[in-house]
Every structure is written in structure tokens, then in C-alpha cells.
């Protein structure tokens, strides 16, 4: 088992940035991949930004070259760097984790507002 808490999201203009977190309850490494995912009301949930335990990243083409998706190991966190913020990067931001077995681990999602 494992409990993933996303924090960071919140109100920025549009151009601004924003930076989410994701603690998790046991060590990243022995997740596959984490990766954050984001929803808006009447969408399917999207994959923002993927990192697996090797270092590879993977994002989605809406966010290329605007997001970036890190991990520090020692403190079992993920990041997402938002920067150059848009209205339709508005959602709410879900941090997830995969584990070697394939099973997903949710965060409780995190909202993320970009407007004027």
C-alpha cells in the first residue's frame, strides 16, 4: 500500500507558475513510474507528465517545454513545475504511482485555477 498527498495548486494568473508536490508514504524508487495526471468536469483523466525509476520522462504535448516532472529520492517527493500557465491548463492534478505489479496509487487531487 501507498498514500500519495499532492499540495501546491491554487489560483496564478494566466503566464504565471505554479509548482505541485506529491509526498508519498514509501520510497519512489519502488514505484515504477509516477507520473501526475490532471481532470476537468466531463474529461477523462489525462497524463500530464510521467517519470519512471530510471530517469525517463514522458509529457504530454499540450506541456511540452512548459512543465517539467522531477523527484527528490531522499525526501520521496515528485514534482511538477508549471510555468507559462494557460486557462486550459486548468484541473485538478492528480499525482499517481505505478508499481512494479502494475498496481495505481492516487493522490486526492490538488486544483489548479489559472485565470485573470
Known amino acids: 500500500q501507498a498514500q500519495l498527498v499532492e499540495s501546491g495548486g491554487g489560483l496564478v494568473q494566466p503566464g504565471g507558475s505554479l509548482r505541485l508536490s506529491c509526498a508519498a508514504s514509501?520510497?519512489?524508487?519502488?514505484?515504477?513510474?509516477m507520473g501526475w495526471f490532471r481532470q476537468t468536469p466531463g474529461k477523462q483523466r489525462e497524463l500530464v507528465a510521467q517519470?519512471?525509476?530510471?530517469?525517463?520522462?514522458n509529457y504530454a504535448d499540450s506541456v511540452k517545454g512548459r512543465f517539467t516532472i522531477s523527484r527528490d529520492n531522499a525526501k520521496n517527493t515528485v514534482y511538477l513545475q508549471m510555468n507559462s500557465l494557460k486557462p486550459e491548463d486548468t484541473a485538478v492534478y492528480y499525482c499517481?504511482?505505478?508499481?512494479?505489479?502494475?498496481?495505481?496509487?492516487w493522490g486526492q487531487g490538488t486544483q489548479v485555477t489559472v485565470s485573470s
Open positions: 499517481n504511482g505505478r508499481s512494479v505489479g502494475g498496481n495505481m496509487y
Open positions: 517519470i519512471t525509476t530510471g530517469g525517463n520522462t
Open positions: 514509501r520510497r519512489i524508487f519502488s514505484f515504477d513510474a
